[in-house]
């Protein structure tokens, strides 16, 4: 398997994507893993193969999506907005891995489209673009480690790699509105301040933050 490091650096939003349809058998293994995410978090995440509707790539009032036909509903219950973040990020990851392209979206997208995929009592957050980009993307400037964590002499590497992992993840309009800090009691508590999609961004965050401290390094403070 690809460093895990190289897969998250190498992640950029797509938004242009070419005409190569995804493989059959990639479609397979996204809708394998989506089951497990399913299965695991009780969110209702759902593949969509060739389908140009949603993003409406000819009309520019849509934004400015071209070309994508794929793309995955990430819908869950009520308040999930944290945890679609985090289970979609891991999509993302997934999807990265096998060479595939992404974008979160939250509003450029037809949602008439997407809402009646839904069942009862689920709740659109978001969509994710997906395919193969005509460019891999370009990384975004980024905040310095401090401005978004509390860090000194004494803090652990591993405290310092998951920071340095939360900023390689995609945030809304890439305002990256998060803080970390480890407690009293040495666990690791993490805060979304107020922006679009920030509940969600918080989820995204916190997967890259595990990724990069390693699990087994810490607990989460609630």
């Given at each position: 398997?690809?460093?895990?490091?190289?897969?998250?650096?190498?992640?950029?939003?797509?938004?242009?994507?070419?005409?190569?349809?995804?493989?059959?058998?990639?479609?397979?293994?996204?809708?394998?893993?989506?089951?497990?995410?399913?299965?695991?978090?009780?969110?209702?995440?759902?593949?969509?193969?060739?389908?140009?509707?949603?993003?409406?790539?000819?009309?520019?009032?849509?934004?400015?999506?071209?070309?994508?036909?794929?793309?995955?509903?990430?819908?869950?219950?009520?308040?999930?907005?944290?945890?679609?973040?985090?289970?979609?990020?891991?999509?993302?990851?997934f999807?990265?891995?096998?060479?595939?392209?992404?974008?979160?979206?939250?509003?450029?997208?037809?949602?008439?489209?997407?809402?009646?995929?839904?069942?009862?009592?689920?709740?659109?957050?978001?969509?994710?673009?997906?395919?193969?980009?005509?460019?891999?993307?370009?990384?975004?400037?980024?905040?310095?480690?401090?401005?978004?964590?509390?860090?000194?002499?004494?803090?652990?590497?591993?405290f310092?790699?998951?920071?340095?992992?939360?900023?390689?993840?995609?945030?809304?309009?890439?305002?990256?509105?998060?803080?970390?800090?480890i407690?009293?009691?040495?666990?690791?508590?993490?805060?979304?301040?107020?922006?679009?999609?920030?509940?969600?961004?918080?989820?995204?965050?916190k997967?890259?933050?595990?990724?990069g401290?390693?699990?087994?390094n810490?607990?989460?403070?609630?």
């Amino acid at each position: 398997m690809e460093d895990i490091w190289e897969i998250m650096r190498a992640r950029h939003s797509v938004r242009k994507y070419d005409n190569r349809a995804v493989e059959p058998e990639k479609a397979a293994l996204l809708a394998e893993e989506i089951g497990r995410i399913n299965a695991e978090s009780g969110l209702s995440f759902k593949l969509v193969i060739d389908e140009p509707e949603a993003f409406k790539a000819d009309k520019p009032s849509y934004g400015s999506f071209s070309g994508c036909r794929n793309y995955v509903v990430l819908a869950g219950r009520k308040d999930d907005d944290e945890k679609v973040g985090y289970y979609g990020e891991r999509l993302v990851l997934f999807a990265q891995k096998e060479g595939l392209n992404t974008c979160w979206v939250a509003l450029t997208f037809e949602k008439s489209k997407v809402q009646p995929s839904l069942g009862p009592g689920e709740v659109l957050f978001d969509v994710l673009a997906l395919g193969y980009g005509l460019t891999p993307g370009t990384p975004h400037r980024s905040k310095s480690p401090d401005k978004v964590a509390e860090i000194g002499e004494s803090t652990p590497e591993w405290f310092k790699k998951g920071v340095e992992a939360a900023l390689l993840a995609p945030t809304a309009i890439n305002q990256q509105k998060f803080f970390f800090k480890i407690t009293d009691d040495g666990r690791v508590a993490a805060k979304a301040f107020l922006g679009p999609c920030s509940k969600t961004d918080l989820g995204i965050v916190k997967y890259h933050f595990e990724l990069g401290a390693g699990r087994e390094n810490f607990e989460w403070a609630e």
